[in-house]
């Protein structure tokens, strides 16, 4: 089993940053790809963003350039860093991480970016 654990949600003007930080419980050397994925009212549930136990990361194309995701393997957790928020990042982030096939999910954290 592993657990993920997100945090650093909240509210944000559209222009700013946010960072999230999503906690598992084991060491993510031993987890194959962690991601996050994120829903906004009445939208199904997207990826964001994935990075690979080789390090490799990709981007849904709305949040390259303004999006980074990082791993501190010391502190098995991962980062999502998010710059130039506008409204329709609006949503709850999820993490997620997969190791030997089983999928593992967070409960969320909501992101809402407004004036």
């Known amino acids: 089993q592993v657990q993920v654990v997100e945090s650093g949600g909240g509210l944000v003007q559209p222009g700013g940053s946010l960072r999230l930080s999503c906690a598992a419980s084991t060491s993510i050397s031993s987890i194959d790809h962690m991601a996050w994925h994120r829903q906004a009212p009445g939208k199904p549930r997207e990826l964001v963003a994935i990075?690979?136990?080789?390090?490799?990361?990709t981007y849904v194309d709305s949040v390259k350039g303004r999006f980074t995701i990082s791993i501190d393997n010391a502190k098995n957790t991962v980062y999502l860093q998010m710059n130039s928020l506008k409204p329709e990042d609006t949503a709850v982030y999820y993490c997620?991480?997969?190791?030997?096939?089983?999928?593992?999910w967070g409960q969320g954290t909501q992101v809402t970016v407004s004036s």
């Open positions: 990075v690979a136990s080789s390090g490799i990361t």
């Open positions: 997620y991480a997969n190791r030997w096939g089983q999928s593992y």
